[in-house]
C-alpha cells in the first residue's frame, strides 16, 4: 500500500500491499471544515474499502512516532475537529455505501460514513420504516454524530441519536476492529457513543428504526414572556408517550423587522404574514417562538388529525393569532435545512465562516441566561437562528461520554452565526470575541452548563468540560487509544501524553 504515506513515515517494513483503499492527492477539502475559522493541511487523505483497511491506517500511524488520525465525516465541525496536522484524514464517506434493513424491520445497519439523509430516503423509500431521533439537519454522517450526540425535536422522547443505537463496529486506536454493545466490549460502546472520536473509528451502527408516518403538521407559536415559553416547552416535553407533540424545538428571534433575526423568521412559508400589531408595544428586545410538530398517516382524517393537534394545543400560552401551520410530507420536513443550505449557498454565505456557538444549559439558570445572555448580549441576533428547547436527562445514559448540567430538564442552546457577504454584521473576529463574552458571562453569573460539540484549546478546559467524568475518559483513552492517534483536531490529547 501507499508507498506515498511510507515515504512520510520512514517506515521500511510495513507490510501494507493488501490495502484495498485510495490515497488521495487533493488535501485541500480535508484541510478546512464549515467553521471556516481553523485551516489544518493534513499528510495525506485516504479513503479506506473497509474497516479492516482502517485498522490498517492506524497501525501504520502507530508504528510512527507522530502521526496522528483523524476521522472526517462530512467535515460539519466548526472548530477543526475532524483535522488531522500533518496527519492522515480517514475520509469516512469511502464506508457510506450498504444500509441493511433486518428482515423484521427492527433495525438498519449502516456505514459510519453514511450521510443521515441517505439513511432516511434508504429507509423510507423501501421499507416504510425510519430512525427516531435526528439531528436538524441531515448533510451529517452517522459517525459524526454518533461522536457528539445528534440532537433535534426528537431529542426529548427518544433520547439523541447516541441513545438510539445498539451495536456499533469500531476500530480502535490500537488497530483492533472490535463489535461492540451494551453487553459486549461495553466499555468500548459505551465510551464511543460521544466521545468526539477518541477511542475508536465508528465504521458501523445498528441503528433503531420505528414506522415513518407519511405527513408532518408542523406548527409555530410566538410568547413574549420567556416564563411562559419555557413553561409550556417543559410541561410538552414531560407529557407521558403518547399525550405529546412528536418533535418539539423553540427559537429566539428579534422583535423587529430584520429579515433575518427578526418577525419574517417565523412564519413557516413566504406568504404567511407576522403581524406585531398583536402584543403589546412593551414586549422586550427578543421573543420566542415554540415549534411544534405532529406525525399523521395519509388514512387519519384531518377532522381526527385536528382534534389531536388542538388536544395537545390546549393550554398553551402562545400570543393569540400568532400561530403559524404548515402541513408537509415527513421527507420533506425532516429535510426542511436543505432548502435553508439551498438558499444560503445561493447568497453565498453557506460556505462563509461559521463560528457557531452551543450549549447545553440547565433550567435551574435557562431564566438568567435569557436575562444575559439574549435579552442583552444578542438583543441583535445572531445573523441565523437562536435554538432553545429543552431536552431530559433522563433519556440520556450516564455511561456514555457526553457531559451534561446538572439536573432531569436542561436546555440546548445553538446560535447558528451566519456571516452576512454584505459587512453590515459583526465580523467573523466580532462573533468569536461575542462568543467568548457569552461564555465568561455565564461563568461570572454561575451558570451551569456544558459546551455541546465543545472546543477547547487547554487540557485544563477539557477537565473542567469533564468535570468527575474526566478520569473515566482518560481510563478510556488509555486503554482504546493509548498513543493518542485518534482525533488530534479536538485538542484532549496529543501523542505520547
Ligand atoms: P465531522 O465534522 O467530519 O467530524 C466530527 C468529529 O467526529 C471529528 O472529531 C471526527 O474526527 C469525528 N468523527 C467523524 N466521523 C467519525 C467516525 N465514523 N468515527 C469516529 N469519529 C468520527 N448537531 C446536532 O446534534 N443537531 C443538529 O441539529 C445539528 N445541525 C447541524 C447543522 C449544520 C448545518 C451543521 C454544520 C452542523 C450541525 N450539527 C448538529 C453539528 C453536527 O452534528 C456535528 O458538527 C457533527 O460532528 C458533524 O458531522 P460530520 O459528519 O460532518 O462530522
Redesign the pocket.
Known amino acids: 500500500m501507499i508507498a506515498y504515506i511510507e515515504r512520510f513515515v520512514h517506515e521500511n517494513d510495513v507490510d501494507s500491499s493488501d490495502y484495498t483503499g485510495e490515497v488521495l492527492s487533493d488535501l485541500s477539502d480535508a484541510g478546512h ?2 467553521g471556516g475559522i481553523q485551516f489544518s493541511k493534513p499528510l495525506a487523505v485516504l479513503r479506506p474499502s473497509d474497516a479492516s483497511d482502517v485498522a490498517k491506517i492506524l497501525r501504520l500511524a502507530a508504528r510512527s512516532p507522530h502521526l496522528t488520525v ?9 472548530n477543526g ?2 483535522m488531522a496536522h500533518r496527519g492522515l484524514v480517514v475520509d ?1 464517506k469511502s ?1 457510506s455505501c450498504g444500509i441493511h434493513v433486518d428482515a423484521k424491520g427492527i433495525y438498519a445497519d449502516v456505514g ?2 453514511a ?1 443521515w439523509e441517505d439513511v432516511l430516503r434508504h429507509c423510507v423509500v423501501n421499507h416504510r420504516l425510519a430512525p427516531r431521533s ?4 441531515l ?14 425535536g426528537q431529542a426529548f422522547a427518544h433520547g ?2 447516541t441513545e438510539n443505537v445498539t451495536e456499533l463496529e ?1 476500530v480502535t486506536g490500537n488497530g483492533d476492529v472490535l463489535v461492540c454493545s451494551k453487553r459486549q466490549n461495553s466499555e468500548l460502546f459505551f465510551g ?1 457513543l460521544g ?3 477518541q477511542f ?4 458501523r451502527a445498528r441503528v433503531l428504526l420505528q414506522p415513518a408516518p407519511d405527513m408532518v403538521r408542523w406548527i409555530r407559536v410566538v410568547y413574549t414572556e420567556f416564563r411562559d415559553f419555557t413553561r409550556d416547552a417543559e410541561s410538552l416535553v414531560t407529557r407521558p408517550d403518547g399525550d405529546t407533540f412528536d418533535y418539539v424545538e423553540g427559537f429566539v428571534f428579534v422583535n423587529s423587522d430584520d429579515p433575518v433575526n427578526g418577525w419574517p423568521s417565523v412564519p413557516l412559508d413566504r406568504y404567511g404574514s407576522f403581524d406585531p400589531s398583536r402584543f403589546s408595544s412593551s414586549a422586550g428586545p427578543v421573543l420566542y417562538c415554540l415549534e411544534v410538530a405532529l406525525h399523521y398517516k395519509n388514512e387519519d382524517s384531518p377532522s381526527t388529525v385536528d382534534t389531536k393537534v388542538e388536544r395537545l394545543m390546549g393550554g398553551l400560552r402562545g400570543k393569540e393569532g400568532m400561530r403559524f401551520e404548515a402541513e408537509l410530507g415527513y421527507m420533506e420536513f425532516l429535510l426542511r ?1 436543505k432548502r435553508v ?1 439551498e438558499e444560503a449557498k445561493a447568497k453565498g454565505i453557506w460556505g462563509a465562516p ?1 463560528p ?1 456557538l ?1 450549549l447545553f444549559v440547565s433550567k435551574n439558570n435557562i431564566g438568567e441566561f435569557d436575562h444575559v445572555v439574549f435579552k442583552n448580549i444578542l438583543k441583535h441576533g445572531v445573523g441565523g437562528p437562536m435554538l432553545l428547547y429543552p431536552l431530559l436527562r433522563s433519556k440520556w445514559d450516564s455511561r456514555k461520554s457526553v457531559a451534561l448540567p446538572e439536573g432531569e430538564i436542561f436546555y440546548l442552546v ?1 446560535l ?1 452565526r451566519f456571516c452576512s457577504p454584505y459587512q453590515d454584521g459583526l465580523s467573523v473576529h466580532q462573533m468569536v470575541v461575542q462568543n467568548q463574552e457569552i461564555l465568561q458571562s455565564c461563568t461570572k453569573n454561575g451558570i451551569d452548563y456544558k459546551l ?2 465543545p472546543h477547547y484549546n487547554s487540557v485544563e478546559g477539557w477537565k473542567r468540560h469533564f468535570g468527575n467524568q474526566w478520569t473515566r475518559f482518560q481510563e478510556r483513552k488509555a486503554r482504546f487509544d493509548p498513543m493518542a492517534i ?2 488530534p ?2 485538542k484532549i490529547f496529543s501523542r505520547n501524553w
Do not use: C, K
Request: glycine share 18%; proline share 2%; aromatic share 8%.
Open positions: 471544515d464549515f483523524a476521522a472526517r465525516g462530512n467535515g460539519h465541525s466548526v475537529q475532524a469516512m464506508l459510519g460514513g450521510l435526528w439531528t436538524d439537519y448533510g451529517l454522517t452517522v459517525g459524526g454524530t454518533l461522536s457528539n450526540a445528534g440532537v433535534s439523541p441519536q469500531v464511543t466521545a468526539l472520536g475508536g473509528i465508528i465504521t435545512v443550505e461559521h457557531w452551543n445553538a447558528l455541546y460539540l485518534l482525533a483536531g479536538q
